[in-house]
Nanobody
Framework: QVQLVESGGGSVQTGGSLRLSCAASGYSYSNYCMAWFRQAPGKEREGVASIDSGGSTSYADSVKGRFTISKDNAKNTLYMQMNSLKPEDTAMYYC?????????????????????WGQGTQVTVSS
């Protein structure tokens, strides 16, 4: 059974940093497209960052240059380093897995590709 468990969320002030983690069990990350999504109250779910089996990454324009997605295949753990946080980054953040196949072009716009989701971790950025 595939399980994804996020951690690392919290409350920070504008300009602060957080590092999210997503530990997987029941399968190996190495053959899956992995991504982070977020959803703020009253807003649609938004793809934030993705990473494919070869380590290629993609980002939403709103987080480029501030967020970095990475993974440790040996630990079966996905990460996202978030720097220069802004109040508009406040949301519930979810990790997700699609596969076993690789990310397609524009994968952040296709959340239905992702069959497995974590329970989410809250990120709150205050001004």
């Amino acid at each position: 059974q595939v399980q994804l468990v996020e951690s690392g969320g919290g409350s920070v002030q504008t300009g602060g940093s957080l590092r999210l983690s997503c530990a997987a069990s029941g399968y190996s990350y190495s053959n899956y497209c992995m991504a982070w999504f977020r959803q703020a109250p009253g807003k649609e779910r938004e793809g934030v960052a993705s990473i494919d089996s070869g380590g290629s990454t993609s980002y939403a324009d709103s987080v480029k240059g501030r967020f970095t997605i990475s993974k440790d295949n040996a630990k079966n753990t996905l990460y996202m380093q978030m720097n220069s946080l802004k109040p508009e980054d406040t949301a519930m953040y979810y990790c997700a897995a699609a596969g076993p196949f690789d990310c397609r072009w524009g994968t952040l716009h296709f959340p239905l590709d992702f069959s497995y989701w974590g329970q989410g971790t809250q990120v709150t950025v205050s001004s």
